[in-house]
Nanobody
Framework: QAELVESGGGEVQVGDSLTLSCDISKITFRPTAFGWFRQAPGKEREFVAA????????LYADSVKGRFTLSIDWAKSTVELQMNNLEPEGTAVYYC??????????????????WGQGTQVTVAS
């Protein structure tokens, strides 16, 4: 059974909002951070946002800064990515990921050891 389960994807129009959720209630590892990454067809996986477990520090890719908000909902045990003013370039499979190390960079996908199955987001223009 997958430890990280994403939900909330779908098809929206340009300018719309969407919230992705990552269920972390079943994790068996001790996390140091969670991140969201996305991969568009024919492109490499890219960093979107991350949150450090210990202090809630967040980091965002420049392309989403000011439009996306990452938060941890402790009551629901979810890591949520609120996406506003979506653009066509936001069309991708979005992945939730967790890591257990304390390396500095939150944006490097190679440092994340636990991945969800992904959820598709399509932004129609």
């Amino acid at each position: 059974q997958a430890e990280l389960v994403e939900s909330g994807g779908g098809e929206v129009q340009v300018g719309d909002s969407l919230t992705l959720s990552c269920d972390i209630s079943k994790i068996t590892f001790r996390p140091t951070a969670f991140g969201w990454f996305r991969q568009a067809p024919g492109k490499e996986r890219e960093f979107v946002a991350a949150v450090r477990w210990a202090d809630g520090h967040t980091l965002y890719a420049d392309s989403v800064k000011g439009r996306f908000t990452l938060s941890i909902d402790w009551a629901k045990s979810t890591v949520e990515l609120q996406m506003n003013n979506l653009e066509p370039e936001g069309t991708a499979v979005y992945y939730c990921a967790g890591r257990t190390d304390h390396a500095a960079s939150l944006a490097r996908h190679s440092r994340y050891t636990h991945w969800g199955q992904g959820t598709q987001v399509t932004v129609a223009s």
